[in-house]
């Protein structure tokens, strides 16, 4: 798969890093750690690489729908990325049960998607935000209220102790990011939104050895995971997908695109 767009970024400082400027916002540059060790190293500075060249900033901001944002945890464990994942309490009003990754509804005090992604994984698992180095925004999604969900991505220290809110929060769990590439056990679905949009849903299930349990994940989240693997692997998953691998940035954009379209031709069908 070829990258579009190969922007070489210099350094900056990094949360992991004592002393610089720890995961301020706009300050996700490479990481200067000689603390670090290489392999480490050049896992996150790779990933930080073909982040950058995805990122939407604030692209669509403007657009006239609710706003939503989670966070796309990494972190490093034995040289590998892995994802931070979470259950939702089955006291939620909303997908009880279901995993997802830290998040929720944008509030008026937000300054943008970044802000209500680290607010929410606060208020959710414990993270602070100055333990995220934010690396960038990637293509929005739109979940079935019509909610403009913003995947924000962040390096978090492997050594993050999880403090679970419990009227949101029943578990935390982390999986190989190449698992949303090379799945064990992997299912796919079609399924038409009510804007009549289909679309290919991804269903994983993942053999967590630490929890000694199975995690279901799929729709909204499993789509995120397997977009940000592609974008950081920059290989053909096991699995079809709904983008040209060559194409990756563009293909992602008409996506999301064509997805909006339907959902504003419904609203205005429906004034
Ligand atoms: C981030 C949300 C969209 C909003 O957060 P909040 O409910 O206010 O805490 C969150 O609801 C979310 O991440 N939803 C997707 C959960 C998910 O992926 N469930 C699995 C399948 S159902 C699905 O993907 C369709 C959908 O929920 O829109
Ligand atoms: N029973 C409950 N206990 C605590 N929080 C709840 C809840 N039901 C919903 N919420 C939270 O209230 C917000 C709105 O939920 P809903 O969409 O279901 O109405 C969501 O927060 P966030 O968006 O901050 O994550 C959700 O997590
Ligand atoms: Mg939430």
Redesign the pocket.
């Known amino acids: 798969m070829a990258a579009e767009r190969d922007e070489e970024p210099g350094p900056g400082p990094c949360c992991l890093c004592p002393g610089t400027a720890a995961g301020k916002r706009g300050m996700a540059g490479g990481c200067r750690c000689s603390a670090l060790p290489a392999p480490r190293q050049g896992v996150m500075e790779e990933a930080r690489r073909r982040l950058r060249q995805f990122d939407v900033g604030d692209k669509f901001s403007r657009l006239p729908l609710p706003r939503?944002?989670?966070l796309l945890p990494l972190m490093v464990r034995g040289d590998r990325l892995h994802l931070l994942l979470t259950v939702?309490s089955m006291q939620?009003r909303?997908?009880p049960g279901?995993?997802?990754?830290p998040?929720?509804?944008s509030e008026a005090t937000d300054k943008d998607d970044v802000d209500t992604a680290l607010r929410?994984a606060k208020e959710?698992v414990g993270l602070q935000p100055e333990k995220v180095e934010v690396i960038c925004r990637l293509m929005p999604g739109?979940?079935?209220?019509n909610?403009l969900?913003t995947p924000v991505v962040g390096f978090i220290e492997d050594t993050f102790q999880v403090t679970p809110n419990p009227d949101?929060v029943s578990e935390v769990f982390v999986v190989p990011l190449e698992y949303f590439v090379k799945p064990l056990n992997y299912k796919t679905f079609s399924y038409k939104t009510t804007s009549g949009y289909l679309t290919r849903?991804h269903c994983f299930t993942y053999d967590d050895q630490e929890h000694k349990r199975s995690f279901k994940?799929?729709?909204?989240?499993?789509?995120f995971a397997v977009f940000l693997a592609l974008v950081i692997f920059g290989e053909r998953p096991a699995f079809e997908v709904d983008y040209d691998l060559d194409n990756l940035i563009s293909s992602s954009e008409d996506n999301f695109i064509n997805l909006y379209a339907s959902i504003y031709e419904r609203k205005k069908s429906n004034l």
């Open positions: 939503a944002a989670v939702r939620l909303r997908s279901e995993v997802c990754f998040g929720g509804k929410e959710e739109i979940d079935k209220m909610n969900v949101e849903i994940i799929w729709g909204l989240t499993a789509h």
